[in-house]
């Protein structure tokens, strides 16, 4: 059972460690020390239920499904190039003080949403929990699947709070106007990125 544990730990891990939206929409929040462990926890509650999902039969459904695929990634286009397009505008801003305020005056609601779209519409999160986790899972007897699961939720857990609370503690050397224009340069140009990569795939489902 537990070298089961471990195995799904692992992958875990090596499935959430790579720099993506869902990351960087935690450690951003960490920094801005606002509501930071609520979208950490939103983070790993999402990750429980489809890293179960994919575990449990959810693979399936995506395999059979090239339509849902389409929709998710286009989807998730127009959401990353809308929130790279607002990472540089706060990056280039010549009153970067008054643009990052506005931003802390978010409300917890819309943070909320813009958690969901970064989680649920990036076609990368489907294909790491319900591909990856889900067939490799899928393929353990079912009385060590379970074990398989919690060692990937487990992995997602430690990583959400780990990252959260870390930018948090950092956040007093993050939060000066030249790291402040740095990193949002850096997150728009990982949502662009990670954008332009969807749409190439997209373009050849």
């Not at 471990?6 to 460690?17: D, K, N, R, S, V």
């Not at 286009?77 to 970067?96: D, E, I, K, N, S």
């Amino acid at each position: 059972m537990l070298a089961v544990f471990i195995q799904g730990f692992a992958l875990g891990a090596a499935m959430i460690l790579p720099l993506g939206p869902q990351n960087v929409f935690v450690m951003n929040q960490g920094i801005r020390r606002q509501y930071h462990l609520m979208i950490a926890s939103l983070c790993a509650l999402s990750d429980i239920v489809l890293i179960c999902g994919g575990v449990f039969g959810g693979s399936a459904l995506l395999s059979r499904s090239p339509l849902l695929l389409a929709i998710v990634t286009w989807g998730g286009v127009a959401f990353l190039l809308w929130y790279g397009w607002g990472a540089f505008r706060t990056a280039f801003t010549r009153q970067l003080a008054l643009a990052t305020a506005e931003e802390l005056k978010q409300s917890r609601w819309r943070l909320v949403v813009t958690m969901l779209a970064v989680t649920w519409l990036n076609p990368h999160v489907y294909l790491d929990t319900f591909v990856v986790l889900g067939s490799l899972g899928g393929q353990l007897t079912p009385d060590v699947r379970s074990w398989f699961a919690m060692g990937a939720v487990s992995a997602s857990i430690v990583w959400f709070f780990g990252l959260a609370l870390l930018a948090s503690w950092l956040a007093p050397w993050l939060k000066t106007q030249l790291a402040q224009r740095i990193i949002n340069t850096l997150v728009g140009l990982v949502m662009w990125g990670i954008a332009g990569q969807l749409a190439w795939q997209g373009a050849n489902l």
